[in-house]
């Protein structure tokens, strides 16, 4: 009787792993019908919510004939991507428009993987900031609308601080002799080994006159004696007391944690981080600091890395036209441009956003840096040449390898990516 | 006991067929024939999902690529390039590192672990459970904790032995001594679990005649408890070693594999996700798999040595 059970269980079992195999894929968003754009987009502000909902709402009671559906992707830029390729790859129409970072416009538009807007480059060129259009080109060609963008911002102690550094010497000056005083952290940034670092390095390294490729990345303009320089500088600041304890292991949150609690008196971070410190009413910093932009090693103008994500059209949307029509719209569409400004923590890529909401002061700050601020190259290799990055430069930051043939490697690096 | 049998199915099936004549036909197929029939299903589910990856994966790893696009057939020169990899001989001699390190404190913890259990005192059940709780918790969250904890910020390890701002994540040599340290805590109790399953086999009697014997508690430790809790502790470090060979979350949490905290599984998930090659990280993947089917080998004949003694003196 007992077996007998048994054997029922492994019949039952055996049915139900035939019908999984089966049964066909009920999550079909009706695609054919021509209706919904779905929008496979990441991050916090993609949460409900947040306020890619409301862009998305915005749009959908203007279009209710083709309602946009956000597809909510991970928080993390590396598994967004990866989600992406996965559908991608299979060359698969569940998603209508992309997210797409600034730094994987090359790879997209090499791999096929998204339409050319060249028909509609005009009023999207007139309508956004420089850096954000840049970013979304490649090639020569616009893959992508620029919706939201992102710089690096200088966050300082007003209560510790009189002036804001104009050099990076001078910056590490005042945090040796404020964590001295105060028996406070100094400085603090992204330095653990991962993207950021990249970025942190870059923003050393270009502001000290540097560049990677030319114009069309045919060329490498590494140079290593500046290279060199930054790397020394922040090896210096490493060890001289002018990082504060756990730079090499802090990414953005640790960072923003910090000078939250008001353990450090500068710090290096995206702009999401102003509404944190001055909604925190029991933040020591609330109501004592600043931002200003990147201080340079000349003391002139500033340069910051760019972030922020553009809207591609997927190549293998059955809703080509619509998908069209709402990037363009995201991008240019005055009221959903100041939502990102007024209701998120994205700085929009609309320039006319900026000139009316010249009073508020992260969006001052970010319209001083904008014109000035670079995009990584969104080459399609770029993913590796950051890794490479990392491999080399990290070591020779903490002291853990030699600067000068860290520089070297990477430049032999990026030389491979031009042949 | 449960252990052996549940290891010994695995391969055991049709041996153990093997060692009994067939027994007399009751018409239509044998019963040998019969059997056969009825675990087809599962030998072709388990090929199809065990097999066929494996073999897919190094089919894969003979193909050239250039990020997701296959270049053509490149024959075994994946492999030389991993062979001529500076980062593959790090990940690799870190992941050893890891497993020896981390297996042999496990083991001797949880050994420590499951002999207090075992003994017979107030309070029994209690400690029991809360041994277990560090298993529990998920790898990643537990990976994320200790991170918190070692971190020099916010720092809590420092602030309750205070030591300033030692920098325990970030700097080689601690970094790795950090992430063996948060593995032992998670997996211990795993270790314990098992060999006090173990424990619970050996008889008491034998232990009374020990003491009758004049034995002393660490002769009893070493001359009954660990021969007769050899099969235990095999299976114990197999699964451990295993497991400890493909570790992936603990150092990806918390160092990011810098530091020379860089595991074989951190590797692989880079070349397959981050910096697409499908060919070069099949590759890599296909060498952790020889790797760990290796050292699993050795292991599973170590412990079939152990069956099969054990099943002639039963005789």
């Known amino acids: ?419 | 006991m449960a252990d052996h049998r549940a290891t010994a199915d695995d391969d055991g099936g049709i041996l153990v067929n093997g060692d009994k004549p067939p027994r007399p036909k009751r018409g239509g197929l044998s019963e040998r024939a019969l059997g056969r029939l009825f675990v087809a299903p599962s030998i072709l589910l388990m090929a199809a999902v065990a097999l066929f990856p494996v073999i897919y994966a190094f089919v894969l790893s003979l193909y050239d690529y250039t990020r997701r696009q296959r270049e053509g057939f490149g024959g075994l020169q994946n492999y030389a390039d991993a062979f001529a990899d500076d980062r593959f001989w790090g990940a690799l001699w870190f992941t050893l590192l890891f497993t020896v390190a981390s297996v042999a404190a496990e083991f001797l913890i949880g050994l420590g672990f499951a002999l207090i259990m075992n003994q017979a005192f107030r309070g029994r059940g209690l400690t029991r459970a809360a041994i277990l709780i560090p298993w529990v918790i998920p790898t990643v969250i537990a990976a994320q904790m200790w991170f918190f904890m070692f971190n020099v910020t916010p720092g809590f390890i420092n602030t309750v032995f205070g030591l300033g701002n030692f920098n325990w994540l970030g700097q080689e040599g601690w970094a790795t001594f950090a992430v063996i340290f948060a593995d032992v805590w998670k997996t211990s109790p795993f270790v314990a679990l098992l060999l006090l399953a173990g424990l619970q086999t050996i008889p008491g009697d034998m232990y009374e005649s020990g003491v009758v014997d004049g034995a002393g508690p660490f002769q009893r430790l070493w001359y009954i408890t660990l021969p007769l809790l050899r099969p235990a502790i095999l299976v114990a470090l197999l699964f451990r070693t295993v497991e400890a060979l493909r570790v992936y979350d603990l150092p990806q949490v918390m160092t990011g594999g810098a530091f020379d905290t860089e595991s074989l599984s951190i590797l692989v998930q880079q070349y397959v996700v981050r910096t697409p090659d499908p060919g070069y990280g099949a590759a890599l993947s296909t060498i952790s798999f020889v790797v760990i089917l290796g050292i699993g080998m050795i292991f599973v004949s170590l412990l079939g040595r152990e069956l099969v003694l054990e099943r002639t003196t039963e005789r």
């Open chain 1, 1 to 419: 009787m007992r077996r007998d059970g048994r054997a029922y269980v492994a019949a039952a079992g055996a049915l139900v792993l035939v019908g999984v195999a089966c049964t066909p894929g009920d999550d079909d968003n009706g695609d054919g019908e021509g209706g919904e754009i779905v929008w496979a987009i990441g991050g916090a502000e993609a949460q409900p919510g947040g306020v890619h909902q409301s862009v998305a709402e915005l749009w959908n009671d203007e279009n209710p004939d083709n309602p946009v559906r956000i597809e909510q992707l991970p928080e993390e830029a590396d598994q967004q991507r990866e989600q992406q390729a996965l559908e991608l790859q299979a060359e698969g129409s569940n998603f209508d428009v992309l997210g797409v970072d600034v730094i994987w416009t090359g790879e997209y538009s090499e791999n096929e993987w998204v339409e050319s807007l060249e028909d509609v480059r005009g009023e999207i060129e007139e309508a956004s900031i420089p850096g954000a259009f840049e970013s979304a080109t490649w090639g020569g060609e616009l893959w992508a609308a620029p919706y939201n963008t992102n710089a690096g911002f200088l966050y300082y102690r007003t209560d510790l601080v009189d002036q804001p550094p104009d050099t990076w010497e001078a910056l590490c000056d005042q945090a040796v002799e404020v964590s001295q005083s105060e028996d406070i952290g100094g400085f603090l940034g992204q330095g653990a080994r991962y993207e950021g670092f990249v970025v942190n390095w870059l923003e050393y390294y270009w502001s000290a006159g540097g560049e990677l490729y030319n114009e069309d990345q045919t060329e490498v303009l590494f140079d290593t004696e500046i290279a060199a320089q930054a790397t020394e500088f922040m090896a210096d600041a490493m060890e001289n007391g002018c990082y504060a304890p756990g730079f090499n292991t802090a990414r953005e949150e640790e960072g923003r944690n910090e000078f939250q609690q008001g353990n450090v008196a500068f710090l290096r971070n995206w702009p999401y981080v102003y509404s944190q410190v001055a909604g925190d009413d029991g933040s020591p910093a609330n109501g004592n600091f600043d931002i200003a932009p990147l201080p340079t090693f000349t003391g002139q103008g500033t340069v910051s890395a760019l972030g922020g994500f553009n809207n591609a059209v997927s190549a293998f949307s059955d809703n080509t036209e619509a998908a069209k029509d709402f990037v363009v719209w995201a991008a240019t569409n005055e009221e959903a441009q100041t939502m990102l400004a007024t209701e998120g923590s994205v700085p929009p890529t609309l320039e006319s956003v900026y000139e009316e909401l010249s009073d508020d002061p992260v969006m001052q700050v970010l319209g001083e840096i904008l014109p000035d601020a670079r995009p990584r190259p969104p080459a399609p290799e770029w993913n590796q040449i950051s890794v490479e990055m990392q491999q080399s430069l990290f070591p020779a930051v903490n002291g853990d390898a030699d600067v000068q043939s860290a520089v070297e490697s990477v430049r032999s690096y990026l030389e491979g990516t031009v042949q």
